[in-house]
């Protein structure tokens, strides 16, 4: 069966690659020669500093120019609509989204994924996603995505990949303001102030909505508020060094839905009533119920200080470190009383490169510091680690290679029988061959790892108000190999990139819920997949018919299974879509005026904690269609419109037979205006 998928695959992908190679060679002989639209784009992740047409891992590039294209109204919208990253909310919080790459699930996929922004790691040493909702889009320079490579050089959770988003220097001066349905309000100003020097950039941005939810049994709907506070001041000391000061600051009031059973959520996924699989405190299994909804506020400040230094004509040096504390008030309706989180991270980022001719040698040092007290329980995760890597150009052929090592330590309310240390590595080979000016292909190998985050050493126990105790372990660290081999094809109005990979994983982290008993008084436990392997398609292209009118389309087949496990053995990975499509249309009416539609669609699946396969509660298919309109009113004044999920398609994430999350289930309309001054 595993031979017949593999041959499957193989043979899709490459169909895929030639009909694409073919179609664009084709229509390019019948349109002929036209402008040069799309061109090869500078990969600065993973330290590569080159061209990603000669990268030697899979990637996606999108410029500024990109996003501005997409009209999308916010970040999430723009990597669930363009991308093929799978963005879900976390438990109905529109402010926490979870990303999913190469097989991991809706439900883990983020634990998977190194994210970062301007070269700072927003993972936590908690069960948090990272959390995007505080960029502005306007202001973002460019995205890289890294598929199945960055673990050399971003080490714990680069599993299936990495995120890198990069912000502007922008001299820009702009302000937006975006009203829509549900009370959505996005209001954004971004100044900077640019001398012989130094520069100086300052943005504020505000989002808030009323709900998209009937209000609960205390009269709350499903509010939410943001506010993001930003400025940097960059300082050019002389030719050969910059330094760089930065701040943020975000406060979050969030009320948010808690789950449906799935008949709920069919019915209607804005109710709030219903026979609840868990009601509010003190009522009994099964009773109707409306339940509280989530209330969570938090204030979050980060301080980051940069420094670039050229030694000489072939030598530089950087250093970076920030410090983030975030203080978090969490209510849940299952419990009687708000929990207390506060966040202290501090973090020491030391890079070297050596370049000379064709040859380009990094190396690294990293430590992250987390520590976490909650209700006054403190537990910590330290991770340290040094790499090196480099790359060459001889002939056609670009090589790569790297090596890194990295300690993982744990404590847990400061006491030493529940300390646990861990040494990894992890290594990437690469190379890339130019076949002609239009065509090369690539080979990528690569091993990474994701040691277990904090949250995953709780035992829960049942009683009273669910409470949290320390285990006497850790989960195993998990631990992967990836094999991927990829074709990248540019034309002067086409651009495509198709690959074929295998990843095999020895103890990926799981929540078994199996387990999962009233009488025992248990709900579930974290565990360890002995053996699993994810494999799949990728498939990107960017087209341009005619001046006018462009496509983009990105494919995804993936296919994840459970090799050998005591209970689920030859299963597959729930909560994996196998397929996942997202594809637009952008016309330019006049040069003033473009109109453009997307669709996106994710196939049905078991749902996210159904290892066994046996549950008839699936995952349904994810759809949204999206139409956006944009035109120039004046020479600084732009109009954009949006209709998020026309057809108002009910999109959620179903947990399992009793909890279902509901996640873009309604049609949401935004018109914002944007000067520029």
């Known amino acids: 069966m595993i031979n017949g998928a593999i041959m499957y695959i193989k043979q899709l992908s490459l169909a895929a690659a030639v009909s694409a190679l073919t179609f664009t060679t084709v229509t390019n002989a019948v349109l002929g020669p036209i402008p040069i639209y799309l061109k090869p784009v500078d990969v600065s992740s993973n330290h590569f500093n080159g061209l990603d047409t000669e990268a030697t891992f899979a990637s996606e590039i999108y410029?500024?120019?990109?996003?501005?294209?997409?009209?999308?109204?916010?970040?999430?919208?723009?990597?669930?609509?363009?991308?093929?990253?799978?963005?879900?909310?976390?438990?109905?919080?529109?402010?926490?989204?979870?990303?999913?790459?190469?097989?991991?699930?809706?439900?883990?996929?983020?634990?998977?994924?190194?994210?970062?922004?301007?070269?700072?790691?927003?993972?936590?040493?908690?069960?948090?996603?990272?959390?995007?909702?505080?960029?502005?889009?306007?202001?973002?320079?460019?995205?890289?995505?890294?598929?199945?490579?960055?673990?050399?050089?971003?080490?714990?959770?680069?599993?299936?990949?990495?995120?890198?988003?990069?912000?502007?220097?922008?001299?820009?001066?702009?302000?937006?303001?975006?009203?829509?349905?549900?009370?959505?309000?996005?209001?954004?100003?971004?100044?900077?102030?640019?001398?012989?020097?130094?520069?100086?950039?300052?943005?504020?941005?505000?989002?808030?909505?009323?709900?998209?939810?009937?209000?609960?049994?205390?009269?709350?709907?499903?509010?939410?508020?943001?506010?993001?506070?930003?400025?940097?001041?960059?300082?050019?000391?002389?030719?050969?060094?910059?330094?760089?000061?930065?701040?943020?600051?975000?406060?979050?009031?969030?009320?948010?839905?808690?789950?449906?059973?799935?008949?709920?959520?069919?019915?209607?996924?804005?109710?709030?009533?219903?026979?609840?699989?868990?009601?509010?405190?003190?009522?009994?299994?099964?009773?109707?119920?409306?339940?509280?909804?989530?209330?969570?506020?938090?204030?979050?400040?980060?301080?980051?200080?940069?420094?670039?230094?050229?030694?000489?004509?072939?030598?530089?040096?950087?250093?970076?470190?920030?410090?983030?504390?975030?203080?978090?008030?969490?209510?849940?309706?299952?419990?009687?009383?708000?929990?207390?989180?506060?966040?202290?991270?501090?973090?020491?980022?030391?890079?070297?490169?050596?370049?000379?001719?064709?040859?380009?040698?990094?190396?690294?040092?990293?430590?992250?510091?987390?520590?976490?007290?909650?209700?006054?329980?403190?537990?910590?995760?330290?991770?340290?680690?040094?790499?090196?890597?480099?790359?060459?150009?001889?002939?056609?052929?670009?090589?790569?290679?790297?090596?890194?090592?990295?300690?993982?330590?744990?404590?847990?309310?400061?006491?030493?029988?529940?300390?646990k240390s861990y040494s990894l590595n992890a290594f990437d080979l690469g190379l890339n061959k130019k076949v002609n000016n239009e065509t090369s292909v690539f080979f990528n190998y690569n091993k990474g790892f994701q040691a277990v985050?904090?949250?995953?050493?709780?035992?829960?126990?049942?009683?009273?108000?669910?409470?949290?105790?320390?285990?006497?372990?850790v989960i195993d660290p998990a631990k992967i190999k990836t094999l991927t081999i990829g074709v990248n094809h540019l034309t002067e109005n086409s651009k495509t990139k198709a690959s074929l990979y295998r990843s095999n994983l020895t103890n990926e982290i799981f929540y078994d819920s199996s387990v999962f008993s009233i009488a025992a008084n248990t709900t579930g436990h974290n565990a360890n997949i002995d053996k699993s392997h994810h494999q799949g398609v990728e498939i990107q292209n960017q087209y341009r018919y005619n001046p006018k009118t462009s496509t983009t389309v990105n494919y995804t087949y993936t296919d994840a299974i459970i090799d050998q496990e005591q209970t689920f053995a030859g299963n597959t990975i729930p909560g994996v879509s196998k397929h996942s499509i997202s594809t637009s249309v952008k016309y330019t009416i006049d040069k003033d005026t473009t109109l453009g539609l997307g669709y996106k669609y994710r196939s049905g699946t078991y749902n996210s904690e159904d290892f066994a396969n046996t549950s008839s509660t699936k995952q349904m298919a994810y759809k949204s269609t999206n139409l956006n309109y944009s035109k120039k009113l004046k020479k600084d004044l732009d109009l954009n419109i949006n209709v998020d999920n026309l057809f108002a398609n009910k999109n959620g994430t179903v947990v399992d037979a009793w909890s279902t999350y509901a996640d873009n289930f309604t049609r949401k309309i935004k018109a914002g205006l944007t000067y520029k001054f």
Request: charged fraction near 20%; proline fraction near 1%.
């Open 453 to 473: 985050d904090l949250n995953r050493s709780y035992e829960i126990i049942m009683s009273g108000s669910y409470d949290e105790t320390f285990k006497n372990d």
């Open 63 to 419: 410029t500024a120019d990109d996003i501005k294209k997409s009209n999308s109204s916010s970040i999430y919208d723009f990597f669930n609509n363009n991308t093929s990253i799978t963005f879900t909310q976390s438990s109905g919080n529109v402010f926490a989204q979870k990303a999913d790459m190469r097989g991991f699930g809706i439900y883990n996929g983020y634990q998977n994924i190194v994210i970062t922004l301007n070269g700072r790691r927003l993972n936590n040493i908690n069960m948090s996603s990272q959390s995007l909702s505080g960029i502005i889009l306007d202001n973002i320079e460019k995205i890289e995505i890294t598929k199945g490579s960055g673990s050399v050089v971003y080490g714990d959770g680069a599993m299936a990949g990495s995120i890198h988003i990069y912000t502007k220097h922008s001299e820009e001066n702009s302000a937006s303001y975006t009203i829509g349905t549900n009370g959505i309000k996005d209001q954004s100003i971004s100044v900077s102030s640019q001398g012989d020097n130094t520069q100086i950039s300052v943005s504020l941005n505000k989002y808030s909505h009323d709900g998209f939810s009937d209000a609960d049994h205390a009269g709350f709907r499903d509010r939410a508020s943001k506010t993001n506070k930003h400025i940097q001041i960059s300082q050019n000391l002389n030719k050969s060094t910059d330094i760089s000061l930065t701040f943020s600051e975000s406060d979050t009031d969030n009320r948010y839905p808690q789950s449906q059973t799935l008949d709920e959520f069919n019915l209607n996924p804005a109710t709030n009533s219903g026979m609840g699989a868990i009601c509010n405190p003190g009522a009994l299994w099964g009773d109707p119920c409306d339940k509280v909804y989530g209330h969570g506020i938090e204030n979050q400040k980060i301080y980051v200080v940069s420094i670039d230094h050229d030694l000489n004509n072939n030598s530089s040096i950087s250093f970076k470190t920030s410090k983030e504390k975030k203080s978090r008030s969490e209510k849940v309706y299952y419990k009687t009383s708000a929990d207390l989180h506060d966040f202290d991270i501090i973090t020491y980022n030391l890079k070297h490169n050596y370049t000379d001719n064709n040859i380009s040698i990094d190396t690294g040092y990293d430590v992250y510091n987390g520590e976490k007290v909650t209700n006054g329980t403190p537990s910590s995760k330290d991770n340290s680690g040094y790499f090196i890597q480099a790359r060459t150009l001889e002939g056609d052929i670009t090589y790569s290679a790297g090596l890194r090592n990295e300690k993982v330590k744990y404590k847990f309310n400061n006491d030493s029988g529940f300390n």
